[in-house]
């Protein structure tokens, strides 16, 4: 099993990216898949995640209204759109994908994912 995300770099603030995350080896559907963040000195955060069963979505409330997570099922991918970013979005952000679903409010916590990516490198500064 290997979640490999692609797409980070540096941006301006006010600029957009569009993180993938492709997902190899599943021999089942997984239940949840999203993205976290750790920041350097901060704890790691959920920023968005989706149940792939429900459709039901988590956002950080920071990132409400500027980031957008969507799924390609042909293609095993998943998408985080980014806009409007700022320097506080700078971090490294990871995919993670868990085999079940154990309701919305849970989404956003990373003891639920059991698989995780190596991260990309997301740096918003002039």
């Known amino acids: 099993v290997q979640l490999v995300e692609s797409g980070g770099g540096l941006v301006q603030p006010g600029g957009s990216l569009n993180l993938s995350c492709a997902a190899f080896?599943?021999?089942?559907?997984?239940?949840?898949i999203g993205w976290f963040r750790q920041a350097p000195g901060k704890e790691r955060e959920g920023v968005s995640c989706?149940?792939?069963?429900?459709?039901?979505?988590y956002y950080l409330d920071s990132v409400k209204g500027r980031f957008t997570i969507s799924r390609d099922n042909a293609k095993n991918t998943v998408y985080l759109q980014m806009n409007s970013l700022k320097p506080e979005d700078t971090a490294v952000y990871y995919c993670?994908?868990?085999?079940?679903?154990?309701?919305?409010?849970?989404?956003?916590?990373?003891?639920?994912?059991?698989?995780w990516g190596q991260g990309t490198q997301v740096t918003v500064s002039s």
């Open positions: 993670a994908a868990g085999a079940y679903y154990q309701g919305s409010y849970r989404l956003s916590y990373a003891r639920d994912y059991d698989y």
């Open positions: 989706i149940s792939t069963r429900t459709g039901s979505t």
């Open positions: 080896g599943f021999t089942r559907d997984y239940g949840i």
